[in-house]
């Protein structure tokens, strides 16, 4: 039904900015709430960001709260995660997500679909 794709991510310097992109296919893709989440290695999987089908509601983890941004694009069926003032910590697998509830996509192992991954490092 949905199908995502991340891309934008890369190697940055700690202090500095990156914007993810998701690109999802199907025609119903305004209808989901769509979200990011993150694995560092040896770590659990963590949300990171989630935004509803309207664009209207939003919702971040403390730890990316002022520094990160979820925005939408449904006419480009494509959702962005701009990541700034980025740190070491930040550095992880980015994960596009994608659910019919907006809680789910807040919720570790609840979205309906996930995207491929797109890897982001942080040097210090």
């Known amino acids: 039904q949905v199908q995502l794709v991340e891309s934008g991510g890369g190697l940055v310097q700690a202090g500095g900015s990156l914007r993810l992109s998701c690109a999802a296919s199907?025609?119903?893709?305004?209808?989901?709430?769509m979200g990011w989440f993150r694995q560092a290695p040896g770590k659990e999987r963590e949300f990171v960001a989630a935004?509803?089908?309207?664009?209207?509601?939003?919702d971040y983890a403390d730890s990316v709260k002022g520094r990160f941004t979820i925005s939408r694009d449904n006419a480009k069926n494509t959702v962005y995660l701009q990541m700034n003032s980025l740190k070491p910590e930040d550095t992880a697998v980015y994960y596009c997500?994608?659910?019919?509830?907006?809680?789910?996509?807040?919720?570790?192992?609840?979205?309906?679909?996930w995207g491929q991954g797109t890897q982001v490092t942080v040097s210090s």
């Open positions: 997500v994608a659910d019919p509830s907006f809680v789910d996509t807040t919720t570790p192992g609840a979205p309906d679909f």
């Open positions: 199907g025609r119903t893709f305004s209808a989901y709430a």
């Open positions: 935004i509803s089908w309207s664009g209207t509601s939003t």
